[in-house]
């Protein structure tokens, strides 16, 4: 299993983003079974609705919703009052790092789920121990 965060979503989603070009040739990877299922949260779904609503309009956030509702390969966790609380311990344990609450509801569903990788350019999740995929390029 993969997890994928909204940085991974908004690369995919957005042409003139910085990492479009690498998150389309991962995601060929992904479709041909690569790191096996897909999973996120309501809570990243939620962050990139909003993000993809503030740069470029309802119309980019319903589209890309509407990808995601007819995915078959997607599996979303719903964030419930327990998991809630783990992302809650690890949010406050985070001093000194920017992480975001939804950060923190990520990376408590991937321990959840013994998930070690995330499709993701955010260095959260390098932060927090996790494999951030696909790797950064060599300058």
Same mark, same amino acid.
């Given at each position: 299993?993969?997890?994928? $965060?909204?940085?991974? *979503? +908004? =690369?995919?989603?957005?042409? $003139? ?5 690498? =998150? ?18 309501? +809570? ?16 980019? !956030? ?28 690890? *949010? ?5 790092? =920017? ?17 070690? +990788?995330?499709? !993701? ?10 494999? !951030? ?6 300058k």
């Amino acid at each position: 299993m993969i997890f994928v $965060d909204t940085s991974a *979503f +908004y =690369a995919l989603e957005v042409e $003139d983003d910085v990492n479009h070009e690498r =998150a389309l040739e991962f995601a060929e990877e992904l479709r041909k079974g690569r790191y096996g299922a897909l999973v996120t949260t309501d +809570y990243v779904l939620d962050e990139t609705l909003t993000l993809l609503r503030s740069r470029h309009g309802l119309e980019a !956030a319903t589209l890309f919703y509407s990808k995601v509702a007819r995915s078959k390969s997607l599996k979303i966790v719903w964030v419930d009052e327990e998991l809630f609380r783990k992302a809650v311990e690890i *949010f406050a344990k985070s001093k000194g790092r =920017a992480w975001s609450f939804t950060d923190c509801v990520s990376f408590a569903t991937m321990k959840l789920l013994g998930i070690s +990788y995330a499709f !993701a350019f955010d260095e959260h999740f390098a932060q927090a121990g996790f494999v !951030a995929l696909p790797s950064r390029r060599k300058k």
